[in-house]
Every structure is written in structure tokens, then in C-alpha cells.
T-cell receptor
Framework: AQKITQTQPGMFVQEKEAVTLDCTYD???????LFWYKQPSSGEMIFLIY??????QNATEGRYSLNFQKARKSANLVISASQLGDSAMYFC???????????????FGRGTQLTVWP | DGGITQSPKYLFRKEGQNVTLSCEQN?????MYWYRQDPGQGLRLIYY???????QKGDIAEGYSVSREKKESFPLTVTSAQKNPTAFYLC????????????FGAGTRLSVL
């Protein structure tokens, strides 16, 4: 079963508008982390935002916020006031502890291609 | 500036050849990782290492090998046993803490001649 599901292959938003990128996850671990990364056409993965499973409040980092709904197992990324430079692929990821290890490992979704138009 | 350096940016492999991708970090991170990305796909874990001289297989380790002789370095060798090596390879590192946020290098694009 997919651990991370991103159902939107592509999204379009006009500059200065807000956009929500969807992400649902599947885990039975009580302790996990949720991440969003941005991948521009250059290929580098850029860390955007983190949410821990025990965090009470939704994470925010500048124009990025993570809408964490634990009961629904969703971790949507909200980008406010979109900019042309936000056009990129966005990946949702989840960290679980690997068996026999004290270190978590990441599982990635397939990504959502965001296009911001003027 | 602290960061993760991957080299080369582009690499070409001939049939039957082993090639090595370099990954160096100066973030003083304990953990390092290698991922493979195919077109239109997310990242898949190849190998990871928590500490020097220790590493574990990820989901797609067959045809790859790694070493971790220094904290700063985690090279990946794509062996001739890997029949479909054409992909984008990303290296990452992280602290061994509760968040375990992984930071990535710029990637190496490997193609077969």
C-alpha cells in the first residue's frame, strides 16, 4: 500500500493567490513526521516545512503552512500569495522509524507539479 | 557555507562498467542517504548510513554498493549488476534527532551509453 498519496499530478494558480496541495498518508506508528519538499527544474530537493505527529499546532514557515488533520491522515501544504518562482514539483514525505534502527527513513509521494501564471 | 556536494553533475556509464557517485557534506550530520528518482516518480531509498562504518539497505539496494569510511563522505557505486541505472540520484544528510530533517545535494544524472 502507498504510504504517501498525492492525488493532484498538476495544479495551476494565478500569481498572488493561495493554493493547497493535497497529501494523505498511511501509518500505524504513533510517532512520525511529515515533510514537504520543493523540486525546481534544476533537480535539487529543497526542504520547506515539517510537522511532527505530536505537534498540536499546524506548522508554518513564511508563506508555507501545513494543514495537519491527524484523524483524516492528511497533511496538505498551503502556499499563500503565490509567486512565479513557486513553479516547481512539490513532494510530500513521511518519516517512520525503520525496523531495528533508531533512525527514521522517508517515504515520498509521486509529487504535484505546480504552475504559477501571471 | 555548509551544504551537501554531489559530483559529478552528469555521468555516463558504459555496459559492464562500475561508476561511483560522490557525496560530501560539511554539516556535521551523522546520517546520510542515497535516493533514486525516475521520471514522474518520487524518491526511492537505496542505502542509508547512521554512523561511520555502518549502513543499511533501503528499498532498491540491488546493483548498488556504498561505503562510509568518513563522517563527511558517503559514495555510491552503481555496479554492472544494476541493469537499468539511468536515473537521477540524490544524496541527503540529517541529524540523528527527533525531527530527522533531510537536506539534499543537487543530484547526479546518470545515463547509459
Amino acid at each position: 500500500a502507498q504510504k504517501i498519496t498525492q492525488t493532484q499530478p498538476g495544479m495551476f494558480v494565478q500569481e498572488k493567490e493561495a493554493v493547497t496541495l493535497d497529501c494523505t498518508y498511511d501509518t500505524s506508528d504513533p510517532s512520525y513526521g511529515l515533510f514537504w519538499y520543493k523540486q525546481p527544474s534544476s533537480g535539487e530537493m529543497i526542504f520547506l516545512i515539517y510537522q511532527g505527529s505530536y505537534d498540536q499546532q499546524n506548522a508554518t514557515e513564511g508563506r508555507y503552512s501545513l494543514n495537519f488533520q491527524k484523524a483524516r491522515k492528511s497533511a496538505n501544504l498551503v502556499i499563500s500569495a503565490s509567486q512565479l518562482g513557486d513553479s516547481a514539483m512539490y513532494f510530500c514525505a513521511m518519516r517512520e522509524l525503520d525496523r531495528g534502527s533508531t533512525l527514521g527513513r522517508l517515504y515520498f509521494g509521486r509529487g504535484t507539479q505546480l504552475t504559477v501564471w501571471p | 557555507d555548509g551544504g551537501i556536494t554531489q559530483s559529478p553533475k552528469y555521468l555516463f556509464r558504459k555496459e559492464g562498467q562500475n561508476v561511483t557517485l560522490s557525496c560530501e557534506q560539511n554539516l556535521n550530520h551523522d546520517a546520510m542517504y542515497w535516493y533514486r528518482q525516475d521520471p514522474g516518480q518520487g524518491l526511492r531509498l537505496i542505502y542509508y548510513s547512521q554512523i561511520v562504518n555502518d549502513f543499511q539497505k533501503g528499498d532498491i539496494a540491488e546493483g548498488y554498493s556504498v561505503s562510509r569510511e568518513k563522517k563527511e563522505s558517503f559514495p555510491l557505486t552503481v555496479t554492472s549488476a544494476q541493469k537499468n541505472p539511468t536515473a537521477f540520484y540524490l544524496c541527503a544528510s540529517s541529524r540523528r534527532d527527533s525531527k530527522n530533517i533531510q537536506y539534499f545535494g543537487a543530484g547526479t544524472r546518470l545515463s547509459v551509453l
